[in-house]
């Protein structure tokens, strides 16, 4: 009787490490898994990054792209505030386009076929 009550006993205690032991490796698995989606979280940011920094290249690019000669100052800084059709070679294709230098404050106009 005795032999069997500490059989019992050694049981319990076994399982109560059996119990521990898969809880523990279920977290570890878990950690594991919330170390693997950080790092792809870590991966996806710095694309993000990347990709944010390209663009705001482009935009860069674009601006000053659409920046024109100003006639006064001879800067690249001359904005495009407005763009019309030609009053009389409209019908053309022609259209007036008018710029205020962002480096001497003038106003200008040019006209183009675009
Ligand atoms: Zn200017």
Redesign the pocket.
């Known amino acids: 009787m005795n032999g069997s009550v500490r059989f019992r006993g050694n049981i319990m205690g076994i399982l109560d490490i059996l119990k521990e032991i898969p809880l523990s490796a279920v977290l570890k698995e878990r950690l594991t898994e919330q170390d693997k989606r950080m790092s792809a979280l870590e991966a996806e940011n710095k694309i993000l990054k990347t990709e944010n920094a390209v663009l705001k290249g482009q935009s860069i690019t674009s601006q000053s792209q659409a920046l024109d000669a100003?006639p006064?100052?001879n800067?690249l800084?001359?904005i495009l505030q407005e763009r019309k059709r030609h009053e009389l070679f409209g019908e053309a294709g022609v259209f007036t386009h008018f710029y205020q230098?962002s480096?001497?404050q003038?106003t200008y106009e040019k006209d183009k076929r675009t």
Do not use: D, L, T, V
């Open positions: 100003c006064y100052c800067q800084a001359g230098c480096n001497c003038k």
